[in-house]
């Protein structure tokens, strides 16, 4: 990010001038009870200045206070200056709403960033690698410099960038490091990948029974053929070594750092996953949540962060039972939701069907809650004043978790129903999207999900067949039945170069790739302007109507400077767009 401030603003909101008041910064805007500030900090013109509502641009917008104080001609705006007010010239480029991510997981964004900055000499970066002999070299590569015994972790693999379909075995990793446990999660999160000697470490055998929610995969003799599935990691997972709280909190600063250069000022963390990226309700997640509360407080993190906790596990039950403990730990940092896994992923097989998968009619993927358990979960959370986000990206997880939020739905009338959220919605039944519409939930789908190139077959096609393929990632139906639509990245590795990308595959169900080149069943399609405020709004904790998103007097001054007008370029230029700068409560967050 390239800063072009007149002259550096701190991140301290009483160094804008005029009247500061402000509230709690965790809380929505409705609980805020601000009054504005008098005199501008900052104006910004000389730019398309763009309120996503009524006019569609302005000339000026004047900031103090952390808020938007005027906006429009020069004369309405030039009323707020000040001694000490800054001109901010946009010198033709954009000035927009920032953008809010309804689903990241800033741990492990944050530790993938450190370890590509610092190598670790454990850690093994799979991003892309695309044959086994590659994966088994860099394995086999780092054995030399470790003692036998230490683990080697890795991340983000995934079997169709080797061309294939079917899950890796262990031998590759097993003749690669014959005294040295291995393991490394896929690209999903929801399987991991271990040697023999790790699978030995663990206790895992032909005699070890299928956790529940979880699957050993297996040979014809039954012994474990390298891959867990789901709860199945929950087995091998504690042996792990875990992150010093140093790196876990330079990891979560370089995370914040990072989303706020894509101009994202607002998140939602899905849950911290296990290191190396793993689903894991069993870990201690107070210690990653203890860590990041820290480094918030040793120096302000340049986001808003929306924490939802993973339950059942030992951390939900504490906050369930002492909730206003948790609600506002730091001025920027909340717990908000539970977060509920109904089913697993697609790429690995552990979303639940209605259906065999059609690359494998063996498995109709993996029931991590059943509805009763997710109801269970849901209750304790709303009773405690916690909303609930529920993973569910199989067509039975996704109408399962319907099923539950109907009947809570009509068992608590008074109920805002965008208390209740899901998680992906990556493939339902027919009657499931208007059933979403109807009950008024959040619907937090992945837009840059549209990214399938599997060897010219999407990965998902190959998963549910050509023909349920109209019923995948269908945002535009979910949009024309009036669902209540947020936008996630699900980042949990480096996010990609460009800042746009989920709005340019939302708007031309295109990936960063080109391809296909007409767009992934381009009917899904949504327009620019309904793309861009959705990403650039919150649908806020305890429910209500979507805040942010569009400009106005008196709301936050979260904005961003961009170098091309996202409305207006042509669509393959949107990629191209860069974030020059990023501002939060009124301060422009210091590239340094
Ligand atoms: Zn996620």
């Not at 996503?52 to 005027?70: D, M």
């Not at 995948?472 to 746009?500: C, H, K």
């Amino acid at each position: 990010m390239q800063l072009r401030l007149v002259r550096r603003i701190g991140m301290s909101l009483g160094l804008v001038a005029g009247l500061v008041v402000v509230g709690n910064c965790a809380r929505s805007d409705k609980e805020a009870g601000h009054l504005l500030a008098t005199t501008a900090g900052l104006i910004f013109s000389g730019g398309r200045i763009l309120t996503l509502g009524e006019p569609a641009t302005v000339e000026a917008v004047a900031v103090g206070g952390g808020r938007i104080l005027a906006m429009g001609d020069r004369a309405a705006v030039e009323k707020f200056r000040g001694p000490d007010t800054v001109d901010y010239d946009l010198a033709g480029r954009v000035l927009a709403p920032a953008f809010a991510d309804h689903h990241v997981h800033l741990l492990n964004l944050g530790l993938a960033l450190l370890y590509r900055a610092e190598p670790l000499p454990t850690f093994v970066d799979l991003t892309g690698s695309s044959s086994l002999e590659a994966i088994g070299e860099a394995v086999q590569a780092r054995t030399r410099a470790l003692a036998p015994g230490t683990w080697i972790l890795g991340q983000n693999w995934s079997q169709g960038a080797w061309g294939a379909t079917e899950l890796p075995t262990h031998e590759v990793l097993s003749a690669a490091a014959p005294d040295h446990p291995v393991y490394l999660t896929r690209v999903d999160g929801h399987a991991g990948w271990a040697n023999n000697k790790a699978l030995r470490s663990a206790g895992i055998d032909a005699a070890t029974p299928d956790p529940p929610g979880g699957v050993i995969a297996r040979t014809s003799d039954r012994s474990p053929s390298g891959v867990l599935l789901e709860r199945a990691n929950e087995l091998l997972r504690p042996l792990l070594p875990v992150p010093s709280p140093a790196e876990i909190r330079r990891a979560f600063r370089l995370a914040a750092e990072a989303l706020s250069a894509q101009g994202v000022t607002e998140v939602f963390d899905a849950g911290f996953l296990g290191p190396p990226g793993i689903v894991d309700l069993s870990l201690d997640l107070e210690h990653y949540l203890t860590n990041l509360v820290e480094t918030d407080l040793e120096s302000p993190l340049p986001l808003r962060v929306h924490l939802m906790v993973p339950a059942p596990s030992p951390l939900a039950e504490r906050i369930v039972a002492d909730p206003v403990r948790y609600r506002h730990l730091t001025p920027r940092i909340g717990v908000t939701h539970l977060k509920l896994y109904a089913d697993g992923a697609l790429g690995s097989r552990g979303a639940l069907l209605s259906h065999p998968y059609a690359d494998d009619p063996a498995t109709k993927g993996i029931e991590r809650m059943s509805r009763q358990d997710i109801k269970r979960e849901a209750l304790a959370a709303l009773d405690a004043g916690l909303d609930v986000a529920t993973h569910a990206i199989g067509d039975t997880a996704v109408e399962w978790t319907l099923d539950v939020y109907e009947e809570i739905l009509g068992e608590q009338p008074g109920l805002r129903p965008e208390r209740l959220r899901i998680e992906h919605f990556s493939y339902a039944k027919p009657e499931d999207f208007g059933r979403a519409a109807k009950l008024g939930i959040v619907v937090a789908v992945n837009p840059d999900f549209v990214a399938p190139d599997d060897q010219g077959l999407a990965m998902e096609d190959a998963r549910v067949g050509l023909g349920n393929s109209e019923r995948v990632y269908a945002i535009g139906r979910l949009a024309a039945a009036g669902a209540r639509l947020a936008f996630g990245s699900d980042y949990f590795a480096a996010p990609p170069a460009e800042p746009l990308l989920g709005f340019y595959a939302a708007t031309t169900r295109q990936n960063a790739n080109g391809l296909p080149v007409d767009g992934w069943h381009p009917d899904e399609r949504l327009s620019r302007i309904e793309s861009l405020r959705i990403q650039t709004r919150l649908w806020p904790p305890g429910g209500g109507e979507p805040e942010r998103g569009v400009l106005a007097v008196g709301g936050r001054a979260d904005l961003v400077v961009l170098t091309d007008d996202p409305l207006s370029v042509e669509a393959s230029a949107i990629l191209g767009i860069e974030v020059d700068a990023t501002m939060i409560d009124g301060a422009i967050v210091d590239a340094d």
